[in-house]
Nanobody, 113 residues
Framework: QVQLVESGGGLVQTGDSLRLSCSASGRYAMGWFRQAPGKEREFVAGITWGGGITNYADSVKGRFAISRDNASNTVYLQMNSLKPEDTAVYYC??????????WGQGTQVTVSS
């Protein structure tokens, strides 16, 4: 069983930065997703096990950066130039084959205008 624990969410103002962390055991590609109130969960960013390949949703390209430190089993999401539309619960997930099979409990990010 893979356990994923997110941290680092909070209340910030437009233009601020936050860094989310996800403690994740095991050798998995990882992703960050988010779900805003009344909306479906959406992909934000992904990273391979080795960290050599990353991909992003168009809405966050150039503002967010995903990275990982396998020595500490931690995946990060650096979020810069935050906007009110980034407000959501953010989840990290571990990918098994082609599916994100394991999920964390989520961390709330709120961006005030």
């Amino acid at each position: 069983q893979v356990q994923l624990v997110e941290s680092g969410g909070g209340l910030v103002q437009t233009g601020d930065s936050l860094r989310l962390s996800c403690s994740a055991s095991g050798r998995y590609a990882m992703g960050w997703f988010r779900q805003a109130p009344g909306k479906e969960r959406e992909f934000v960013a992904g990273i391979t096990w080795g960290g050599g390949i990353t991909n992003y949703a168009d809405s966050v390209k150039g503002r967010f950066a995903i990275s990982r430190d396998n020595a500490s089993n931690t995946v990060y999401l650096q979020m810069n130039s935050l906007k009110p539309e980034d407000t959501a619960v953010y989840y990290c997930a571990a990918r098994v084959n082609f599916d994100y099979a394991y999920w964390g409990q989520g961390t709330q990010v709120t961006v005030s205008s």
